[in-house]
């Protein structure tokens, strides 16, 4: 069964330096999607992206992130002077198809979600 | 703004028995979708069930099933005949039907499974 993977798995770095996030997501799947954990706590959205725009973001997403399509398989996540509070456990997800308004009812599609990246910022 | 809670930090089920995981959520919507999603050690988050806001039949998915309790803001998990296997980490999430495909999480609930 095709899954979403995201390398490395743990990723560590020093403050101020710029760390990118890889994911490969299921291959006919057109939406992407970016979460983080901070250690116990919520998994939070950061970002939605589709034909290489930006569909969605969050106030979490600030100008260090940015996030990328460079090929037709990978779906990055950069940021670019981490601070200590990145530390986190970075998830990327697809989904084949995004929900659309039919009145009021959408269209649902699935997330499929990576293992995730853990972060860890000194 | 939506917010999900999932006041159980952990749980342990002996195998074979049942178990309830809560989950309260609060939105001034009504259309919308509420998941359970599960996290074994290591492992991507999967999907296990998934409940529409404007279906009033709790869904089930084999030995999994929902409370949906939409007056109450209340969506709980129950796992039948538990097994080994479903020892993870499991999320209760929110999502609007339209216009975003956001998915609100909770904090999680720990389930250990006993044999």
């Known amino acids: 069964e095709p899954e979403v993977t995201q390398t490395p798995s743990h990723q560590v770095t020093q403050m101020g330096q710029e760390v990118i996030l890889r994911c490969v997501p299921i291959s006919n799947h057109l939406y992407f999607y970016w979460y983080r954990q901070i250690l116990g706590q919520k998994v939070e959205f950061l970002v939605s992206?589709?034909?290489?725009?930006?569909?969605?973001k969050s106030e979490i997403f600030d100008d260090q992130f940015s996030v990328e399509r460079p090929d037709g398989s990978n779906f990055t996540l950069k940021i670019r002077s981490t601070k200590l509070e990145d530390s986190a456990m970075y998830f990327c997800?697809?989904?084949?198809?995004?929900?659309?308004?039919?009145?009021?009812?959408?269209?649902?599609?699935?997330?499929?979600f990576g293992p995730g990246t853990r972060l860890t910022v000194l | 703004a939506q917010t999900v809670t999932q006041s159980q930090p952990e749980m342990s089920v002996q195998e074979a028995e049942t178990v309830t995981l809560s989950c309260t959520y609060d939105?001034?919507?009504?259309?919308?979708?509420l998941f359970w999603y599960k996290q074994p050690p290591s492992r991507q988050m999967i999907l296990v069930i998934r409940q529409e806001a404007y279906k009033q039949q709790n869904a089930t998915e084999n030995r999994f099933s929902v409370n949906f309790q939409k007056a109450a803001k209340s969506f709980s998990l129950k796992i039948s005949d538990s097994q080994l296997g479903d020892t993870a980490m499991y999320f209760c999430a929110f999502r609007l039907s339209y216009n975003t495909d956001k998915l609100i999480f909770g904090t999680g609930t720990r389930l250990q499974v006993f044999p």
């Open positions: 997800a697809s989904s084949e198809i995004f929900g659309v308004a039919q009145n009021m009812k959408s269209s649902y599609n699935e997330q499929f």
């Open positions: 939105t001034s919507e009504s259309n919308y979708y």
């Open positions: 992206f589709y034909n290489n725009e930006i569909s969605e």
